[in-house]
């Protein structure tokens, strides 16, 4: 059964791959374009109103266009708001390897952000729009604080944190910034702002000092950025197909005949050249590696949004019993939530590293919860932007009785149980009840902190002062040990391949959980072979990349 199965998904494989790549052709001299008008995204999505190409799948795209002899070039398109100082970082090391690879690449866009300015200022070619704008601008983060208004109206918070960092709450229960929140605010911005000091003075050639000095000066309207020497050109759109055919043209010997631009997308590119890449072979079944992209706040129970502890658990039980599968990347992206939740994630992370290696990237913030689901992984990896940490625990809840008093509204009660109205928004905590609170705090704090010793080999009393609720930048949390390597999703799945037991440059098929769409995934399964977990949820096929 097993070598009629093989078969089975070897000529499936074959089959998928012929017609996918006749579809998806690549002619010799193409430029990979990669479209980030619609924004950044952390995950693929093929069909819809909106297809997208993930942050992983595009980094495996530009490795791979970068050994194609097909590909002339990578031009990225770039509009409106988007990106991450951690992307960014992840993405600008992938246009460094083009450029060391001889692969031109170019970058049109309607205007730039730090962060997109950050990722894309190493290219060949930079172009705006005369009417563009480079905001060229350094960091800037500030918070609402709600307690002046909350007493106008007679609503007062009551915040219970363990860990003196742990500043959530603050927006309800202070008027301005503690000490502790500037503080760990200020490091995180100091490590980004250096970064990105050295990735505009590396792809302009320029001194840090002269960065910082434009930095101060933006933002930086198109002509401007050019006298700048920040761009390289002003081009519309449409005009940019005949700079690259001129540029192409460049140091050619006359009378060779005009280069044409031609351009295949980078989404395309994925899907015929890249998600199935592996060799086939009917002696031996080809090589899995899994991805599970874990998005959003950390929640309880199975709905559509974020992480849910019972979704997660599922997927990761498929990936723990399905002995195909040889390692397993979790790409984190979150500030954290619900505590029970990050704890029941936690154990089945714990119980598939067991299993089999588990490595972490992660993405723009693995904070809190987001923190306590990584903390058992073999590696952990994180950008330097990445804001990491966050151990600790808070709970809050709005005392309206001084708000209903002044509307007007009277409301009572009974009860059996001397903390039965604990969580009751009609009266503020009694010292009793804060106590009890605190108590049931510091016992899940004290988990954490046994979590996370145990995950990263740290004794508890070592894990307490690097806990606190303090958020760290990626250098930060390496330094403090919290996270293992800098890097982003590529790094990444090199380590888990090399903990899987794969020979250097072998190839495998990476799988990605949760699918992005049914339908789309259930038409690409007929064409790419039958994947892993075809019995967990009927109806459902799994994406390969």
Known sequence: MGLIRRWRTQGRRFVGRGLLRSARKVEKGSWLEVDLTR?????????????????????RSLERAGDDSRIEGVLFRVGGAGGSFASALSLGRAVARLRARGCRVAVWAEGLNDAQYMALC???????????????????????????????????????????YKSAGDSYSRDS?????????????????DELVEA??????????????????????ARRALDAGLIDGLAYFDEVPERLEAWMREGEEPGRGARRFSKVSALRYFIGQVADAGPI??????????????????????????????????WIEALRTDARIRGVLLRIDSPGGDALASDLIHREVERLC??????????????????????????????????????????????????????????????????????????????????????????????FLKR????????????????????WSGRRAQAVGLVDHLGGPLEA?????????????????????????????????????????????????????
Do not use: C
Request: net charge negative.
């Open 39 to 59: 924004g950044w995204s952390e995950r693929t999505q093929t069909g819809g109103p909106s297809p997208t190409l993930g942050l992983t799948d595009l980094l």
């Open 122 to 164: 190493g290219a060949d070619r930079v172009w705006l729009p005369e009417s563009g704008t480079l905001s060229l601008l350094g960091l800037h983060t500030e918070r609402f604080y709600f307690r002046e208004l909350l007493d106008r109206v007679g609503a007062r918070p009551e915040v219970v944190h363990v860990g003196r």
């Open 177 to 193: 910034m503690s000490d502790e929140e500037r503080e760990q605010l200020e490091s995180w911005q100091q490590d980004v702002f």
């Open 200 to 221: 505009v003075g590396q792809g302009r050639d320029l001194s840090a000092d002269r960065v910082r000095d434009l930095i101060d000066d933006g933002p930086y309207p």
């Open 281 to 314: 072979s009917l002696r031996r079944d080809p090589l899995y590696l899994a991805t599970l992209t874990l998005e959003g706040n950390v929640q309880r129970g199975k709905s559509a949004r974020g992480i849910t502890s019972e979704g997660t658990a599922e």
């Open 354 to 447: 067991k299993e089999k290696p588990v490595v972490v990237s992660m993405g723009d913030v693995a904070a809190s919860g987001g923190y306590y689901i990584a903390a058992p992984a073999d590696a952990i990896f994180a950008e330097v932007g990445t804001i990491t940490g966050s151990i600790g625990v808070l709970g809050m809840k709005l005392n309206l009785s001084g708000l209903y008093e002044r509307l007007g509204v009277t409301k009572e009660g009974v009860q059996k149980g001397a903390r039965a109205g604990l969580f009751s928004e009609s009266h503020g905590l009694s010292s009793d009840e804060r106590a009890a609170i605190r108590q049931e705090m510091e016992a899940f704090y004290t988990t």
């Open 452 to 471: 996370v010793g145990r995950g990263r080999q740290l004794s508890t009393a070592e894990v307490e002062p690097i806990a606190q609720g303090r958020i």
């Open 493 to 545: 799945l090199a380590d888990l391949a090399q903990r899987a037991g794969l020979d250097e440059g072998e190839d495998y098929l990476l799988v990605a959980l949760p699918p992005v769409s049914r339908w789309n995934e259930w038409v690409r399964s007929l064409l790419a072979g039958q994947g892993p977990f075809s019995s967990l949820r009927k109806g459902t096929a799994f994406r390969f990349r």
